[in-house]
């Protein structure tokens, strides 16, 4: 059968609350009209407030799932989420390396909000040695900058743009630093690519906070690489999905506050 639509393999845990991981990804996905391929890295079982428990899966069978993945469909780009354990991204890092010209975003996941562990620390060293240098976009949070690079999150913009370049030098082709943990009226993302100079993306902060942003966002920009759209552009409309989707959010919050219906 023809393939009517580009289709991204999304490689990723599952979480049982539905509001990150792969059920987000897959939410994403759909809101761009996009087909999805999976391989399941591990099974979460937690509510909005905490993680209950972790099931890593078996490194083989993660592979057979990328594997069967490539028979079935043309990949038009892969995004990566939570791995878990070191040996899970050794085979994802085994099955991508020969990869040519499929775009990989690379969303580095350690921790959850709540502050449960979503990758051990073998599997945070194999990040940077194995999958860094095939990843097309590395899309870290001030945190999960600063925990790959051992140093203090990011103060301010400057410093923002050096560990952007201090991560790009460990492998990455462009290193998206997401600003949504730091402070001010917005939040800023750097894009740092090959050029070496930094483009800042801006969208006003918003008083929400909701789970999955940063699963969303990684995701979005897959789509938007699998549809074709240069890295600058891919980002930017991406930020402009997350930031949508957080004020629908606060609209539903403010909705219910004052008695009123949902739209
Ligand atoms: N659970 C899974 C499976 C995830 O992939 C992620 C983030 O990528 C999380 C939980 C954490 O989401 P949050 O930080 O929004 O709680």
């Given at each position: 059968m023809p393939e009517l639509r580009p289709t991204v393999l999304v490689i990723a845990g599952s979480d049982s609350s539905g509001g990150a991981g792969l059920q987000r990804d897959l939410l994403a996905l759909a809101d761009f009209n996009i087909g999805a391929v999976t391989a399941i890295t591990a099974v979460t079982a937690q509510s909005d407030q905490r993680v209950q428990a972790v099931l890593a899966m078996p490194p083989e069978l993660v592979r057979d799932q990328i594997e069967m993945a490539f028979q079935t469909r043309t990949i038009s780009a892969v995004k990566i989420g939570m791995l878990g354990t070191g040996d899970v991204v050794e085979a994802v890092a085994d099955r991508l390396r020969?990869?040519?010209g499929v775009p990989v975003v690379l969303d580095?996941?350690?921790?959850?909000?709540?502050?449960?562990?979503?990758?051990?620390e073998p599997g945070r060293k194999a990040l940077i040695t194995e999958l860094f240098p095939i990843a097309t976009l590395l899309t870290p949070n001030l945190p999960e900058a600063a925990a790959l690079l051992n140093?203090?999150?990011?103060?301010n913009d400057r410093d923002l743009v050096l560990q952007a370049k201090r991560l790009r030098a460990l492998g990455p082709r462009a290193v998206l630093m997401k600003g949504g943990h730091g402070t001010g009226d917005a939040s800023v993302d750097v894009l740092l690519t090959e050029e070496d100079q930094p483009h800042y993306l801006r969208a006003p902060r918003l008083a929400v906070s909701m789970r999955g942003t940063g699963c969303a966002l990684a995701t979005a920009i897959a789509a938007q690489l699998a549809l074709g759209r240069p890295l600058l552009e891919a980002c930017s409309t991406a930020k402009a999905y997350v930031h949508q989707s957080m004020l629908g959010r606060g609209r539903r919050e403010q909705s219910r506050a004052g008695g009123q219906p949902d739209d």
């Amino acid at each position: 059968m023809p393939e009517l639509r580009p289709t991204v393999l999304v490689i990723a845990g599952s979480d049982s609350s539905g509001g990150a991981g792969l059920q987000r990804d897959l939410l994403a996905l759909a809101d761009f009209n996009i087909g999805a391929v999976t391989a399941i890295t591990a099974v979460t079982a937690q509510s909005d407030q905490r993680v209950q428990a972790v099931l890593a899966m078996p490194p083989e069978l993660v592979r057979d799932q990328i594997e069967m993945a490539f028979q079935t469909r043309t990949i038009s780009a892969v995004k990566i989420g939570m791995l878990g354990t070191g040996d899970v991204v050794e085979a994802v890092a085994d099955r991508l390396r020969g990869l040519k010209g499929v775009p990989v975003v690379l969303d580095p996941v350690l921790l959850a909000s709540s502050g449960a562990t979503l990758l051990d620390e073998p599997g945070r060293k194999a990040l940077i040695t194995e999958l860094f240098p095939i990843a097309t976009l590395l899309t870290p949070n001030l945190p999960e900058a600063a925990a790959l690079l051992n140093e203090a999150p990011a103060g301010n913009d400057r410093d923002l743009v050096l560990q952007a370049k201090r991560l790009r030098a460990l492998g990455p082709r462009a290193v998206l630093m997401k600003g949504g943990h730091g402070t001010g009226d917005a939040s800023v993302d750097v894009l740092l690519t090959e050029e070496d100079q930094p483009h800042y993306l801006r969208a006003p902060r918003l008083a929400v906070s909701m789970r999955g942003t940063g699963c969303a966002l990684a995701t979005a920009i897959a789509a938007q690489l699998a549809l074709g759209r240069p890295l600058l552009e891919a980002c930017s409309t991406a930020k402009a999905y997350v930031h949508q989707s957080m004020l629908g959010r606060g609209r539903r919050e403010q909705s219910r506050a004052g008695g009123q219906p949902d739209d």
